[in-house]
């Protein structure tokens, strides 16, 4: 069983022998260290942490300091997967600079690689983040970063000169340096020309079975999150039922007084676990 973690480079070398990659998001330390024993290749801190854990509407109120701190804990929950953190709106388009800054403190916090929406407007943010050592994951297709442009959350690439363009993006990604590119929404047929287009490996989420990997929102495929769900997401486990259940019997047995036992007092609590 393999103990260090998953690298960049292994990245495009699972791509080239043709083996599939396995990413899913985390944003806590309990989790991170449950998907890691699960194999995945990746964590992604992903800045769907917005909806899932904040609460709120889209991913555009979310903060480098929440990326940070959440960052920080997947990091120590895990040990054997890449973990690559999102970049959240507003830390890498205004300046390269600020892309610099932004990116160094996700890294500085044990983060291997950053992932930045968007294809043209970001390619000299890129080239600088990969120039000075920062791994950079893009993405591309629906850049939910982008909600308030596209109006909602809805497929991307659906037309001739769409696809093109997302085409020529990842390319251009590929040239700047990306060691990985996500391909969020778009069709299946699109996902399957870019993933031969370039020799980085591409990541689906709602893309189609040819991308060389997939990502999922863990919370999504778990069955934890009880929002809104995309269609193209399998849901693994019922985890939302099993919480919910858990609670009601806690709840009875309290009112009932049949927890905590008689017997049993606070001084036995084994606390070692912790
Ligand atoms: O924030 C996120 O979870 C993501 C994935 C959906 C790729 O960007």
Redesign the pocket.
Known sequence: MRTSRVTVPEFREKKARGERIAVL?AYDATMARLLDRGGVDAL?V???LGMVVMGLES?VAVTLDDMIHHTRAVVRGSSRALVIA?MPFLTYQASTADAVRNAGRLIQEGASAV?IEGGQPVLDAVERLVDIGIPVMG?LGLL?QSVNQIGGYRKQATTPAEADRLISDARALERAGAFSI?L?SIPADVAATVTKAVKVPTIG?GAGPDCDGQ?L?SYDMLGLFDGFVPSFVKQYANLADEVVGAARTYVDEVKQQQFPPRAESVADVDRSRR
């Open positions: 998001t992604l992903g800045d769907s991913t999102d992932k993405h939910p996500v969020e989420i990502v929102v």
